[in-house]
């Protein structure tokens, strides 16, 4: 396994408690500036403000190592995971199964 992959899930295992009413969701930001990949972890509860919790940045830049991060990481939570700077050639690249 994936040593970032190893620890954006145990940040996970920290904040996911599955709780009624929570929605729960990975998000990955494309920071072109600083040529790496952000890692977030979204909760949002019923009728409060969400709460983004940074996890992880993944600095090598280039999409077969954030894919395989991201292959590990829905191994073994099948959350939501939101792209957010990427295009949309990158973001089907991505959720293609291979």
Known sequence: ???????????IQRYFKKIPN???????VDDRFDDCYNFFFVVHKKNSRPHSIPLRRVTPYD???????????RKVYQLTIKYTGFTT??????????
């Open 63 to 73: 999409l077969e190592s954030l894919k395989e991060v991201v292959r590990e990481v």
């Open 22 to 28: 929570t929605y729960y969701a990975i998000n990955i």
């Open 1 to 11: 396994m994936n040593a970032d992959a190893r620890v954006i899930l145990q940040r």
């Open 89 to 98: 050639e990158q973001i089907r690249w991505l959720q293609s199964p291979k």
